[in-house]
Nanobody
Framework: QVQLLESGGGSVQAGGSLRLSCKASRTIGDYCMGWFRQAPGKEREGVAT???????RYADPVKGRFTTSIDNAENTLYLQMNNMKPEDTAMYYC???????????????WGQGTQVIVSS
């Protein structure tokens, strides 16, 4: 088990940037880490993943704008969000799954989420 705590959410105008952080309670070098988001009235959707080999994958709506990375020394996952759009408004969650990246959102460990609001 690993506890996750997101931070860095807030309000930003369209075209702006935010960086989300996800602090883990233990080393996450052997975990697949994911970012998800859920907008009001919509289903949760995957945003980005980074596996234990540092391979990254991004959902089509955020490709070229969002970047995820890990600082293993700090046990922290990041999501850098640039050129943000109103449709990026959502609660953002980080998740961790030991060893493998699930094909869906079936991750073992989840954070509480951090709110992101993008105004036009």
């Amino acid at each position: 088990q690993v506890q996750l705590l997101e931070s860095g959410g807030g309000s930003v105008q369209a075209g702006g940037s935010l960086r989300l952080s996800c602090k883990a309670s233990r080393t996450i070098g052997d975990y697949c880490m994911g970012w998800f988001r859920q907008a009001p009235g919509k289903e949760r959707e995957g945003v980005a993943t980074i596996d234990r080999f540092a391979n990254t994958r991004y959902a089509d709506p955020v490709k070229g704008r969002f970047t995820t990375s890990i600082d293993n020394a700090e046990n922290t996952l990041y999501l850098q969000m640039n050129n943000m759009k109103p449709e990026d408004t959502a609660m953002y969650y980080c998740a961790a799954n030991f060893a493998r990246c699930p094909s869906s959102d079936d991750y073992e460990n989840w954070g509480q989420g951090t709110q992101v609001i993008v105004s036009s």
